[in-house]
């Protein structure tokens, strides 16, 4: 029978807290924001591409007539390997396992040349001169990975992006070797890609912090929740007191609910946004090679892991920085006892990793989840890996969560209640 009141006490403090929660925020309106919004982003994606395709079709054909109505004797000769490089490449756009072959082949000349590759009769095995050569302005790393991807993509017989492009990394715009003022104008040419499948758009996302609008999602979903009972003072405490919920039960409570509904609402988010997207065009391949830096900042290289195990390494991180986010929350509320101040705080935690230096024991390093687990965070700062990384929010969480109870307890004893007698 004690037991079952229990349950029937715990039963109705967390229904209490859903109803405030549901009355207060606009869960439906955040929800469809975050699914709709990215499977929004997801579809301007696949206009682009078609978009970008087309045009280049245009290009190319605009050059085969440019280049036909020559009549000098040095441009008939330039037309005897410049027009069928021109044919190759239109025709390899009909299919995106051939145009990745081909651009593979053309990349690969710059890279490893031979003297048969400058002759006429190599050269109208190439694509046009459209694209290929400003990878070079890149360095080599770029054009090796490429290399590399592609070749991996063949292997597992993977659908490869379309069209085919020069794969970046994030010291790309460092070592750009032509005018900086030009970077983008050379991205869009030569290393323009389009994450044509859900799992790829998904960890594009990731890579452009898409997980940090999320978790500010979040936070301003649930993270006032907590700081607006404490301020209530003893209004709610005495009412739950007379069901048995301590003040300390309804911290460690609150606590739980709060990280079961972020879990859901991500989780469910997430999910319909996947299902809609593979819905659209297809779910992508798991096995898809992810680049990863390896070495230090003095000597760095690069190898390369499945999608799969990148993403389940970024789920890991970001629900420990979900976990991080609202166990300050719940300390501040117990602090402060400011619903807005503890709001505007949680919140503009997930800024922070844009403008702070990272740290290796500082919980907003790993907070930039693609770089952390693609290595690059650990190569040139000397962060923790992942996993490693994972365990860091979750000491700091546990920190935040027992000081954030401690304290309860003391304010407790010294006021006998939330330490607001005056309500």
Same mark, same amino acid.
Request: glycine share 8%; charged share 15%; net charge positive.
């Given at each position: 029978?004690?037991?079952?009141?229990?349950?029937?006490?715990?039963?109705?403090?967390?229904?209490?807290?859903?109803?405030?929660?549901?009355?207060?925020?606009?869960?439906?309106?955040?929800?469809?924001?975050?699914?709709?919004?990215?499977?929004? &982003?997801?579809?301007?994606?696949?206009?682009?591409? +078609?978009?970008?395709?087309?045009?280049? +079709?245009?290009?190319?054909?605009?050059?085969?007539?440019?280049?036909?109505?020559?009549?000098?004797?040095?441009?008939?000769?330039?037309?005897?390997?410049?027009?069928?490089?021109?044919?190759?490449?239109?025709?390899?756009?009909?299919?995106?396992? /051939?145009?990745?072959?081909?651009?593979? +082949?053309?990349?690969?000349? &710059?890279?490893?040349?031979?003297?048969?590759?400058?002759?006429?009769?190599?050269?109208?095995? /190439?694509?046009?001169?459209?694209?290929?050569?400003?990878?070079?302005?890149?360095?080599?790393?770029?054009?090796?990975?490429?290399?590399?991807? &592609?070749?991996?993509?063949?292997?597992?017989?993977?659908?490869?992006?379309?069209?085919?492009?020069?794969?970046?990394?994030?010291?790309?715009?460092?070592?750009?070797?032509?005018?900086?003022?030009?970077?983008?104008?050379?991205?869009?040419?030569?290393?323009?890609?389009?994450?044509?499948?859900?799992?790829?758009?998904?960890?594009?996302?990731?890579? /452009?912090?898409?997980?940090?609008?999320?978790?500010?999602?979040?936070?301003?979903?649930?993270?006032?929740?907590?700081?607006?009972?404490?301020?209530?003072?003893?209004?709610?405490?005495?009412?739950?007191?007379?069901?048995?919920?301590?003040?300390?039960?309804?911290?460690?409570?609150?606590?739980?609910?709060?990280?079961?509904?972020?879990?859901?609402?991500?989780?469910?988010?997430?999910?319909?946004?996947?299902?809609?997207?593979?819905?659209?065009?297809?779910?992508?391949?798991?096995?898809?090679?992810?680049?990863?830096?390896?070495?230090?900042?003095?000597?760095?290289?690069?190898?390369?892991?499945?999608?799969?195990?990148?993403?389940?390494?970024?789920?890991?991180?970001?629900?420990?920085?979900?976990?991080?986010?609202?166990?300050?929350?719940?300390?501040?509320?117990?602090?402060?006892?400011?619903?807005?101040?503890? &709001?505007?705080?949680?919140?503009?935690?997930?800024?922070?990793?844009?403008?702070?230096?990272?740290?290796?024991?500082?919980?907003?390093?790993?907070?930039?989840?693609?770089?952390?687990?693609?290595?690059?965070?650990?190569?040139?700062?000397?962060?923790?890996?992942?996993?490693?990384?994972?365990?860091?929010?979750?000491?700091?969480?546990?920190?935040?969560?027992?000081?954030?109870?401690?304290?309860? +307890?003391?304010?407790?004893?010294?006021?006998?209640?939330?330490?607001?007698?005056?309500?």
């Amino acid at each position: 029978m004690v037991k079952k009141a229990r349950g029937d006490e715990l039963k109705t403090y967390l229904w209490w807290q859903w109803r405030i929660t549901r009355r207060i925020v606009p869960l439906v309106i955040l929800f469809l924001t975050v699914t709709g919004g990215a499977a929004l &982003l997801f579809i301007h994606s696949l206009t682009q591409q +078609k978009q970008y395709v087309a045009q280049y +079709k245009t290009d190319i054909q605009f050059d085969l007539v440019r280049r036909d109505k020559k009549t000098a004797a040095a441009d008939k000769w330039l037309n005897t390997w410049i027009l069928p490089e021109l044919h190759n490449e239109r025709n390899a756009l009909s299919s995106p396992e /051939q145009y990745a072959s081909g651009f593979a +082949k053309s990349l690969n000349v &710059l890279v490893h040349p031979t003297p048969a590759d400058g002759q006429p009769s190599g050269l109208r095995k /190439q694509f046009s001169s459209l694209v290929v050569p400003y990878a070079q302005f890149f360095g080599g790393q770029e054009m090796n990975t490429t290399l590399t991807e &592609l070749a991996l993509v063949k292997k597992r017989r993977i659908t490869p992006m379309y069209p085919a492009r020069l794969l970046l990394n994030e010291q790309s715009v460092e070592y750009f070797s032509a005018n900086p003022a030009l970077y983008s104008q050379y991205v869009q040419k030569v290393a323009k890609r389009f994450y044509e499948r859900a799992w790829y758009f998904l960890q594009y996302l990731i890579s /452009q912090n898409g997980g940090l609008v999320l978790g500010a999602i979040v936070s301003f979903a649930l993270a006032w929740r907590y700081a607006l009972q404490m301020s209530a003072g003893a209004r709610h405490n005495n009412t739950f007191l007379v069901l048995g919920v301590t003040p300390t039960k309804q911290y460690w409570l609150s606590t739980l609910f709060n990280w079961g509904v972020a879990f859901a609402f991500v989780t469910l988010s997430v999910g319909l946004f996947l299902l809609l997207s593979a819905w659209r065009n297809g779910w992508g391949a798991l096995n898809y090679p992810i680049l990863l830096w390896r070495g230090d900042a003095v000597m760095s290289s690069h190898g390369f892991a499945n999608l799969g195990t990148v993403l389940s390494d970024e789920a890991l991180l970001f629900f420990a920085s979900l976990l991080f986010g609202l166990s300050f929350a719940h300390l501040l509320s117990v602090l402060v006892k400011q619903p807005l101040t503890t &709001l505007l705080a949680t919140v503009s935690l997930w800024g922070v990793p844009l403008v702070a230096p990272s740290w290796r024991w500082a919980p907003w390093t790993y907070f930039n989840f693609s770089r952390v687990a693609d290595g690059y965070a650990q190569t040139f700062f000397q962060t923790y890996d992942a996993r490693g990384g994972t365990f860091v929010l979750l000491g700091w969480t546990v920190l935040f969560i027992t000081l954030g109870a401690l304290w309860l +307890k003391v304010t407790e004893r010294g006021f006998g209640g939330y330490g607001d007698s005056g309500n």
